[in-house]
């Protein structure tokens, strides 16, 4: 079949403004979207730039605005979209640095600021931190984000708010604030309870839709906000 890629170019040494560039491509309809860009970059135009690591939705580098929906190009299927032409964007919210590439330090950011690891100051065990399947089962779901950014950059609070920590920083929250073994939530819900922290959600749900290992990251905000709400945890 006949494709026509219609992508969102930008170089910051050259260009004004963001602006489109098509390509005319043949692909089959089990190509994914990150071959077509393979294509232009290796067969076309050179200076295309987009990140892309796996190339098996694990690392979560190749997010990107696919027909106006954040995918994974890695995991996006040609016949999985609809009519002849695709088009492709950065991610919004992030500043664009060239291309489909963005800037992700704000994301990390975020990140970083609700402490993603285990903490617990009390003298380590014989054996193991032990903790039931029942206990463990509760987080499981925030164990799965790939930190590809396609949640928080898909919210439209984070677009308009710059201090916004987004869906991401939260679902990795989530996934020690519910650890039975961890005592680092005093220092979490701090982080999370500022004028930038989980309250500025409004539960639009374009963030569970755009995940693509399918957490449901509205929920567990909704989880988050009752943990601090409740001082449960």
């Given amino acids: 079949m006949r494709v026509n890629l219609k992508l969102l170019r930008y170089n910051p040494e050259a260009d004004q403004a963001p602006h489109w560039e098509s390509y005319q491509l043949d692909a089959d309809p089990m190509d994914r979207v990150l071959d077509l860009l393979h294509k232009v970059k290796w067969e ?3 200076t295309l730039a987009f990140r892309r690591s796996c190339g098996h939705a694990i690392c979560g580098s190749c997010a990107m605005m696919i027909n106006g929906v ?7 299927l040609v016949q999985d979209l609809s009519g002849d ?20 330090e704000p994301f990390f950011k975020a990140y970083k600021a609700v402490k993603p690891y285990f903490i617990n100051d009390d003298p380590p065990p014989a054996r193991e931190r032990l903790q039931s ?3 463990r089962e509760i987080f499981d779901e925030g164990t799965k984000c790939i930190l590809c950014a396609a949640c928080t950059t898909s919210c439209p609070v984070f677009w308009i708010n710059g201090t916004y920590i987004g869906p991401s920083a ?5 996934r020690f604030i519910f650890d039975s073994r961890d005592q680092g939530n005093a220092e979490r819900f701090r982080a999370l ?26 929920h567990l905000i909704e989880e988050v906000k009752r943990a601090i709400m409740l001082n449960q945890v």
């Fill in 44 to 46: 076309t135009d050179g």
């Fill in 70 to 76: 954040n995918r994974l190009a890695c995991k996006t």
């Fill in 85 to 104: 032409t695709i088009t492709i964007e950065p991610i919004r919210g992030l500043p664009v640095e060239k291309d489909l590439v963005v800037d992700m």
């Fill in 133 to 135: 399947p029942e206990e």
């Fill in 170 to 174: 939260i679902v990795n929250a989530h």
């Fill in 193 to 218: 309870s500022g004028g930038g922290g989980v309250w500025r959600c409004r539960t639009a749900y374009n963030c569970t839709e755009a995940c693509p290992r399918e957490i449901p990251v509205t």
